[in-house]
């Protein structure tokens, strides 16, 4: 593990920084802000070191995680997007990218940049599956819209996903650059996360999404057979940064996936940085009480992590054993997808 | 160190299975008083833990979720407990096999003590 700057180095970069706010300084000072939980500084140290060097493609891509954490997903997409066009093969950008438009149902932006990630960096595990989730879902996407239109002839529209604007990954988009295009004007739906858009209680005749029970995995209900519990809010499953993978929670009628994936990114990286440091062996979870929930995030295999969210005030040992059943329900969905 | 601060280190490190007990200053990460363990450093400990808390209470607040209250770290070799409502926060590094309820009683009345 890699120790942090000193505070000479902190020193050094800032007077560096105060003489110019352009220098090459302003990254490792934000980085060090954003670390030290700083993110306000960070942010303000960025986006003004940005305004002298434009072209600084690491400086983007901080920028987009500070924006991330600080749970604004869209101005991180923007950075990212910016970052694309600077360095088309950038895999940070592509991936950043990838799950931001798989969150909102567009899948065919979802695939051509996942499939981008994937080229630049064929190991990533949450990039596989990603585009695991997505291939399942055109699957189902598929085998729906067959179903449809045997069941009502030709008059039918051919189905597309919830916030899907071609209603497939376009493998010949690849050599495109990044666009904007499909989140300029989101529609409502598309502006939910896929889990959440698959959550809608009322569906027209024409949704070609499969129905409860009807024996295919939806990513938003991995987490269902939880659900009766009274204590019990919402799942996650996640990669290390955060980005949801499966599951959904919502709170008071309301999604807090995306909110939630904020905090526990943040709190993952911090406390394996905190037991690596204190030497107290791998972690193996975390219990976060707030004043209005407790969350229990565990480590699964492949740098991912399932997040179980409950009421404020839930015996802790229900949260625990609840999470050990996320994590079977986890592993249980990832064997399913063939990955 | 006051009477309330000793008193409340006494009662934490005295819990079985308890290895370290700190009462840190969360905003510049270092101990106020300690109990601490065989080779326990405790301003690496008070430097880390009050990071890992004031990111997360940052984490949680951006999202909507309140204030933290308590941060509970399990590994491979023990727990690291923290918590706090103020500028004080309660650090409690424990045994895997320690009686985790316990300490957690012990860190609310500690918490309590401090506010």
């Known amino acids: ?169 376009a493998g010949s988009a690849l050599a495109q650059p990044a666009d904007r295009a499909e989140t300029a004007t989101p529609s409502a739906a598309a502006l939910q996360p896929a889990a959440e858009a698959a959550e809608e209680p009322e569906r027209s005749p024409a949704d070609a999404r499969p129905a409860r029970g009807a024996g295919v995995r939806d990513p938003a209900r991995v987490f269902e057979p939880l659900s009766t519990e009274a204590p019990f809010i919402g799942a996650l499953l996640l990669d290390e940064r955060g980005l949801v993978l499966a599951g959904s929670v919502r709170e008071g009628g309301m999604t807090r996936s995306e909110a939630l994936g904020a905090v526990v990114g943040p709190a993952a990286e911090e406390a394996a940085r905190t037991a690596a440091l204190l030497s107290i062996g791998a972690w193996r979870g975390i219990l976060i009480e707030t004043d209005r929930a407790l969350l229990h995030v565990a480590p699964l295999e492949r740098d991912l992590l399932v997040l179980v969210a409950a009421e404020r005030g839930t015996p802790v040992g229900w949260a625990l054993r609840t999470a050990e059943r996320a994590g079977d329900l986890a592993r249980q969905f990832l064997a399913e997808g063939g990955a | 160190m006051s009477d309330v601060v000793a008193s409340t280190l006494d009662r934490l490190s005295h819990v079985p299975g308890v290895r370290s007990a700190l009462i840190v200053d969360a905003e510049a990460g270092v101990p106020v008083a300690s109990e601490l363990g065989t080779g326990a450093s405790g301003t690496a400990v008070a430097a880390l833990t009050a990071s890992l808390f004031r990111r997360t209470d940052q984490a949680v607040r951006d999202a909507a979720l309140g204030g933290l209250g308590s941060f509970q770290l399990e590994t491979e070799e023990g727990h690291v407990v923290v918590a706090g409502r103020r500028e004080l926060i309660v650090v409690v590094i424990a045994d895997r096999d320690a009686q985790l309820g316990l300490i957690r009683l012990e860190i609310d009345r500690a918490v309590e003590a401090l506010q």
């Open chain 1, 1 to 169: 593990m890699r120790n942090g700057p000193g505070t000479a180095d902190l020193q050094r970069w800032s007077e560096e920084v105060a003489r110019d706010p352009g220098s090459p300084s302003f990254l490792p000072l934000a980085e060090a802000y954003r670390r030290m939980g700083k993110t306000e500084a960070a942010l303000r140290l960025c986006l003004r070191g940005l305004e002298r060097s434009p072209g600084s493609v690491d400086g983007h891509l901080l920028l987009a995680r500070i924006y991330l954490e600080l749970g604004d997903r869209e101005r991180a997409a923007d950075e990212w997007a910016v970052t694309a066009r600077l360095d088309p093969d950038n895999f940070d950008a592509h991936r950043g990218l990838g799950f931001f438009h798989l969150e909102r149902g567009e899948y065919s932006s979802a695939g051509r940049h996942l499939e981008r990630a994937a080229l630049a960096r064929p190991g990533d595990p949450a990039v596989q599956e990603a585009l695991s989730v997505l291939r399942r879902h055109q699957a189902r996407s598929s085998a729906a819209s067959r179903g449809a239109a045997a069941t009502n002839g030709a008059r039918s529209p051919e189905p597309t996903p919830p916030g899907t604007q071609n209603g497939a990954v």
